[in-house]
């Protein structure tokens, strides 16, 4: 078998596999807290099942964007929104943690993986931008199926993410679909 640093990608597919084990604030239509994994999967599968209503974007580079997203979670694990002010270093804590679990790879794998991670961040590119926007849709979605425990605060979702999902036509109004429903969780 040929292959560059085969047990570095190995070690690291080891390493990316504790994304599984990091739940969030989420809950799943069972009730169980999902993973960052989880959500990471669903983000991608939102944007293939919308690609032709994305724009000129590139669906390849998308996908990307949407697998290495969190993936710095899986040391540190995640900050749920509503707390996220209380980590203002959110981003360059997971940063820190993904150049960790990217050590192991080729500099070159490391840098695409850490780069996007970066454009991610940024919101630095048409596909990032979409990303940032899907990222904040599939929590919403997830937040209006899922088996949430009592003085869930559905409130806080009618303007999380705004700036990201108002900025794209297309997911603006989705958006306002998923506000609908939440809507209706918030008054039952």
């Known amino acids: 078998m ?46 293939l099942v919308f690609e032709e209503e994305l724009g000129d974007v590139d669906i390849c580079k998308v996908l990307k964007l949407c697998l290495v997203h969190d993936l710095g979670e899986a040391l540190s694990g995640d900050v749920p929104a509503p707390q996220a002010h209380a980590v203002p270093d959110k981003g360059a804590n997971e940063r820190q943690d993904l150049i960790a679990m990217t050590s192991m790879l080729e500099p070159s794998m490391q840098d695409n993986i850490v780069g996007w991670f970066d454009e991610y961040e940024a919101a630095s590119s048409p596909e990032a931008k979409v990303v940032k926007a899907l990222d904040k849709i599939e929590t919403l979605l997830q937040h209006t199926q899922g088996d949430n425990p009592p003085g869930f605060d559905y409130a806080f979702n009618l303007e999380y993410g705004r700036r990201y999902t108002d900025a794209i036509p297309f997911l603006a109004s989705l958006r306002q679909v998923i506000d609908e429903q939440t809507r209706k969780r918030l008054n039952s």
């Open 2 to 47: 040929q292959n560059q640093n085969l047990h570095g990608k190995l070690e690291f597919l080891r390493q990316a596999e504790k994304l599984k084990s990091v739940t969030r604030s989420a809950h799943t239509s069972t009730g169980r807290r999902e993973s960052s994994a989880e959500h990471s999967w669903r983000l991608a599968l939102l944007a």
